[in-house]
């Protein structure tokens, strides 16, 4: 016999919660993702009344639950404004599936969809980047994550800005928020999680401010709730996904949430404090403005203009 709903002790519990033993129905569920996002928006002061937000979407599970979400959330404030904005990383047998589901998934919620392309922004796609530089002759020692994450929070950038757009919001569930903490310690980089975090400092007039509203949501829960939504999302991985040292950090948290439930939420608030010690010891760094493309820029030549102009194309961004 299915257990009834800690929540609403009527209706049968779907998901059992393993960090907190909750067992709740499909509509206290939901409920209670809806509330979190709420939540967590209030809590970090990340959107007013009146914004213009581009939500960044790619297609997959996350950004697509959070686009339904928002858009539910929108319709009590008039003023507000959302537009969907999607970046075609140029990846064959694989980009184009998603962009179908973002144009259909944002018709049927009447929300404008943009999109660029790394071809028309940077005059490669990843797939052409990633042979002549990742496995053809000319080896830059990078992997296409690498290329793709520089380009595609470029392209993000530009786009929610030329827009008008107030906030740029992804949708970073709590797995990689704990994901990126790692990965900063993994490559040298700690003090890098200062700039991590659900809201990004706002540090110059070009840098749309990112805010992250599922970034105390895991993933198992994200997805759920795409599915009892019937949201419908891409589902077929990237095809350079086990490249990425990010691939290695989720399989290893994802096994020890297993053995150890809670375990995700107990790195999330360690990085959380890391984080606000080092805000309150180092002093943050002004952003300035890359001298070949004037994009804001911690170093005189921004990541992107590095990877473009110095390793291959000779043209700017
Ligand atoms: Fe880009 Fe890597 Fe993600 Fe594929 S897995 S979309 S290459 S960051
Ligand atoms: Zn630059």
Avoid: W
Avoid at 289 to 304: D, G, K, T, V
């Amino acid at each position: 016999m299915p257990s009834s709903c800690t929540l609403c002790k009527r209706r049968d519990a779907i998901y059992t919660r393993p960090y907190s033993g909750e067992k709740i129905c499909s509509r206290c569920f939901c409920n209670s993702i809806e509330k979190k996002v709420k939540h967590t928006i209030a809590k970090h002061k990340m959107l007013r009344y009146d914004d213009k937000i581009a939500v960044g979407v790619s297609g997959g599970k996350d950004s697509m639950a959070l686009l339904h979400i928002l858009s539910k959330l929108e319709a009590a404030f008039p003023k507000a404004e959302i537009i969907a904005i999607t970046v075609d990383e140029g990846i064959s047998q694989y980009r184009e599936e998603a962009l179908e589901i973002v144009e259909e998934g944002c018709r049927r919620l009447q929300i404008e969809s943009i999109s660029v392309s790394f071809k028309e922004m940077f005059g490669l796609s990843l797939d052409e980047l990633a042979t002549r530089f990742v496995y053809g002759e000319s080896k830059s020692g990078l992997t296409p994550c690498s290329y793709c994450g520089v380009l595609r929070r470029r392209a993000l950038n530009n786009l929610a800005r030329e827009h008008g757009a107030k906030k740029l919001v992804t949708a970073h569930n709590l797995d990689d928020e704990v994901q990126t903490a790692l990965l900063n310690f993994f490559h040298g980089d700690p003090l890098r999680m200062a700039r991590a975090g659900p809201v990004s400092p706002h540090s110059h007039p070009s840098f749309v401010q990112r805010v992250k509203p599922f970034s105390e949501v895991l993933e198992r829960e994200t997805t759920l709730y795409a599915y009892l939504k019937r949201i419908e999302f891409q589902s077929k991985p990237c095809p350079y996904a086990s490249t990425a040292l990010r691939t290695d950090i989720r399989t290893m948290l994802n096994r020890m949430e297993e053995k150890h439930a809670g375990l995700k939420y107990t790195v999330y608030r360690s990085a959380e404090t890391v984080s606000s010690i080092i805000k309150s010891t180092v002093k943050s760094q002004d952003l300035k403005e890359c001298l070949r493309c004037q994009e804001p820029s911690a170093n005189e030549i921004c990541q992107a203009c590095k990877i473009i102009q110095d390793q291959c194309l000779g043209s700017g961004s």
